[in-house]
């Protein structure tokens, strides 16, 4: 069974950084693009970063200059470090493989003081 498993998620300071990380199990990872999603109790889920087989990465641009999506095909691993973290980037961070439409069951974050 394909899985996606997410870590690295907790409690933060405003200022502090966090490294995401996400497991998987799928056949011919290194050939598909991998996302990061978050979401946020009453809203839909939006699309933070997302990396393409080649390293080219993409931001949503509330993110960008603070986060960084990276990849790491031979340990089918995708990571999302996550700097200068403020209050509105709470919320449950999910890696999703758009190819093939696979979720993982989330991980929480939350920048508070």
């Known amino acids: 069974q394909v899985q996606l498993v997410e870590s690295g998620g907790g409690l933060v300071q405003p200022g502090g950084s966090l490294r995401l990380s996400c497991a998987s199990s799928i056949s011919f990872f290194q050939v598909y693009r991998m996302d990061w999603y978050r979401q946020v109790p009453g809203k839909q889920r939006e699309l933070v970063a997302s990396?393409?087989?080649?390293?080219?990465?993409n931001y949503i641009e509330s993110v960008k200059g603070r986060f960084t999506i990276s990849r790491d095909n031979a340990k089918k691993m995708v990571y999302l470090q996550m700097n200068s973290l403020k209050p509105e980037d709470t919320g449950v961070y999910y890696c999703?493989?758009?190819?093939?439409?696979?979720w993982g069951q989330g991980t929480q974050v939350t920048v508070s003081s």
């Open positions: 990396i393409w087989s080649g390293d080219t990465a």
């Open positions: 999703h493989n758009p190819g093939r439409g696979y």
